[in-house]
């Protein structure tokens, strides 16, 4: 059997997605941009297609959806437009981000610390969560722009980024997220919060890879990245991805009903995966249920290390995470265990599971028994199990 628990890495691509994107590779293949039939057969549905996006984030019209190729685009975009247009003319010089965002954000945010950038990185608590008066205490009337995702890729922990938002607005200071894990998870209303710029990524909501998104609230600033064409009002110069942008649309659309009709089902999966896998003795899960997306679980099996766990759920092709996905290849401990202070041995053995609306029950009871075998395997051959305390916790 295959079982496929790696969603917040990436996700399959919903056939009705691909449907929708066909005829745009094999028949309406115009550049939108030229004068001819063979752009203007492609004219409504990009429409189409853009109109879906606003609407699943209930963006107002006035405001800015532009389109890019991922979320570490977008990412990039809105820090390094903030040092354009604030830092480096000497208006500001102070960004707010957390310790626990996507390396796009991070990584991002070190190279404009090394131009000269302050940067202030917000830590978490026990639970793996960003408490508001951390971000109360660390405004200051040079700061820029606060960078708090909505929910966090490893944990699944949500962050209160409406209520940072309203916070930073009455500091006159930008407010960005990134939204990539709660597309589909949370519901978005762009009318009703004081978000400034918020990212998404198609392929991780059932849409295709290669394609992302950047709200923008009307008046506010952005530096394009790219220039030489006049696509995407200007701010982002490139032909545009007509599949891309009809199969993100599409996948928006299909990604906000579910929440309704769909992640029920998966929080049901996830908690009887859960319920399961915590019958086995130490054995810990990040950030409590009600806090986190419906999704996912972070969990950890004392004496188990998370890269052995993986090499026997992959076996079993079953497939998991020990950290985020670009980070897999290297044996670094798990960013958010570390950050929430876990005794060493722990944040070495911590395993993300992450389902989708495509998960079936079959497939976690399956994942149930190969995870039982793997720990029992796993923590007789394991040198340091034997002299750990043996609690039955549940939670850190
Ligand atoms: N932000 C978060 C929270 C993510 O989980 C990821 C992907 O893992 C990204 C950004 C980067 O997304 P993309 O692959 O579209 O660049």
Avoid at 179 to 198: H, P, R, S
Avoid at 257 to 275: G, N, Q, S, W
Avoid at 325 to 353: K, Q, W, Y
Wanted: glycine share 8%; net charge negative; aromatic share 8%.
């Amino acid at each position: 059997m295959r079982v496929y628990l790696d969603n917040n890495a990436t996700t399959i691509v919903d056939p009705q997605v691909k449907n929708a994107m066909e005829p745009f590779i094999s028949q309406y293949y115009g550049n939108p941009n030229s004068l001819h039939a063979f752009a203007s057969d492609t004219h409504i549905d990009l429409n189409n297609g853009l109109e879906k996006i606003y609407a699943g984030i209930h963006a107002p019209k006035q405001d800015s959806v532009i389109v890019t190729s991922c979320a570490t685009e977008s990412n990039n975009w809105v820090l390094k437009s903030i040092y354009f247009e604030y830092i480096l003319s000497g208006r500001k010089n102070h960004i707010i981000i957390s310790e626990v965002e996507h390396p796009s954000i991070i990584a991002t945010a070190r190279f404009l610390e090394s131009l000269g950038a302050k940067i202030t990185y917000l830590p978490i608590n026990s639970e793996g969560l960003i408490e508001t008066q951390t971000l109360i205490d660390n405004l200051t009337d040079k700061t820029a722009l606060v960078s708090i995702m909505w929910a966090n890729n490893e944990t699944g922990a949500i962050f209160p980024v409406e209520e940072m938002a309203t916070i930073c607005k009455e500091k006159g200071v930008l407010f960005h997220t990134d939204a990539v894990q709660a597309i589909g998870k949370i519901k978005i209303d762009m009318k009703d919060n004081d978000i400034d710029y918020l990212t998404f990524s198609a392929h991780k909501f059932h849409g295709p890879k290669g394609v992302g998104g950047l709200f923008m609230r009307k008046g506010k600033e952005l530096t394009p990245l790219f220039h030489g064409g006049e696509q995407m009002g200007g701010y982002r110069s490139g032909t545009l991805n007509v599949p891309g942008i009809v199969g993100m649309g599409k996948a928006m659309e299909l990604a906000v009903d579910a929440i309704d009709f769909d992640m029920p089902d998966v929080k049901e999966l996830r908690d009887h995966l859960e319920d399961e896998l915590l019958k086995i003795k130490d054995t810990f899960v990040v950030t409590p249920r009600k806090k986190r997306t419906d999704n996912t679980m972070l969990i950890s099996f004392r004496g188990v290390e998370g890269e052995s766990m993986l090499w026997d759920l992959n076996k079993a092709g079953i497939a998991a995470s020990t950290g985020s996905a670009c980070a897999s290849v290297d044996l670094e401990s798990n960013p958010v265990m570390e950050a929430i202070g876990a005794e060493a041995d722990l944040a070495h053995t911590a395993i993300r599971f992450s389902l989708s609306r495509f998960t079936t029950k079959e497939e976690i009871d399956y994942t149930i028994g190969v995870v039982n075998e793997a720990v029992t395997r796993l923590r007789e051959i394991s040198s340091s199990y034997a002299y750990t305390p043996k609690n039955h916790n549940s939670q850190l």
